[in-house]
């Protein structure tokens, strides 16, 4: 069974930072890809960011240039450092991972919330 446990959201003034984590643990074969997803109220889940194996990145147009996505892949983990913050940035933002097998895997979420 795979696990994954994310931290680091909270509540920040806009223009501010928060990092994220999330920590992937249990019976698994290889990481391929990691990656960020949002869901607003009344939207839907939309990616934010991915990271493959190899160390390519992906980035939705809506955070390029503010959101950092990088991964420790010794610690299975992925971070996502969010700098200058919008009030539309605020979302459950949710880890999800692709194993090489091609199963994935979602976090339980974490709230971020900026404020104008």
């Known amino acids: 069974q795979v696990r994954l446990v994310e931290s680091g959201g909270g509540l920040v003034q806009a223009g501010g930072s928060l990092r994220l984590s999330c920590v992937a643990s249990?019976?698994?074969?290889?990481?391929?890809?990691m990656s960020w997803y949002r869901q607003a109220p009344g939207k839907q889940r939309d990616l934010v960011a991915l990271?493959?194996?190899?160390?390519?990145?992906n980035y939705a147009d809506s955070v390029k240039g503010r959101f950092t996505i990088s991964r420790d892949n010794a610690k299975n983990t992925v971070y996502l450092q969010m700098n200058s913050l919008k009030p539309e940035d605020t979302a459950v933002y949710y880890c999800?991972?692709?194993?090489?097998?091609?199963?994935?895997?979602w976090g339980q979420g974490t709230q971020v919330t900026v404020s104008s």
């Open positions: 999800k991972i692709v194993l090489v097998t091609s199963l994935g895997y």
């Open positions: 249990g019976n698994m074969f290889s990481i391929n890809i």
């Open positions: 990271i493959t194996s190899g160390g390519n990145t």
